[in-house]
Nanobody
Framework: QVQLEESGGGLVQAGGSLRLSCVAS????????MGWFRQGPGKEREFVAA?????????DYADSVKGRFTISRGNAKNTVYLQMNSLKPEDTAVYYC?????????????WGLGTQVTVSS
């Protein structure tokens, strides 16, 4: 059974940092694009960051997080991280991990259940 499990969420003050982790299991994910989405209170789910499966691991970020968030893949290729720095209250959301062999979009093959990130002002 394929699973994506997020961890690392929590409560942090504005300006602080958190690192989210997503561990994928149930199949080989080395050739899957992986990414992060978030859904804030009363908002629709939105794209945050993505990582391709190519050897260069190209990345893509939402404009709202560029320069503050960094997505990376673990050596085992089944783990993806989201390092979040200079957090703002508007970053408060449930963060979801996603994976898809065709690339990250709003409709991905696999989704995690999410981890809550709360940024206090």
């Amino acid at each position: 059974q394929v699973q994506l499990e997020e961890s690392g969420g929590g409560l942090v003050q504005a300006g602080g940092s958190l690192r989210l982790s997503c561990v994928a299991s149930g199949r080989t994910f080395s050739r899957y694009a992986m990414g992060w989405f978030r859904q804030g209170p009363g908002k629709e789910r939105e794209f945050v960051a993505a990582l391709t499966w190519s050897g260069s691991d190209d990345t893509d970020y939402a404009d709202s997080v560029k320069g503050r968030f960094t997505i990376s893949r673990g050596n085992a290729k089944n783990t993806v991280y989201l390092q979040m720095n200079s957090l703002k209250p508007e970053d408060t959301a449930v963060y979801y991990c996603a994976a898809d062999p065709q690339g990250i979009s709003d409709d991905n093959e696999y989704w995690g259940l999410g981890t809550q990130v709360t940024v206090s002002s």
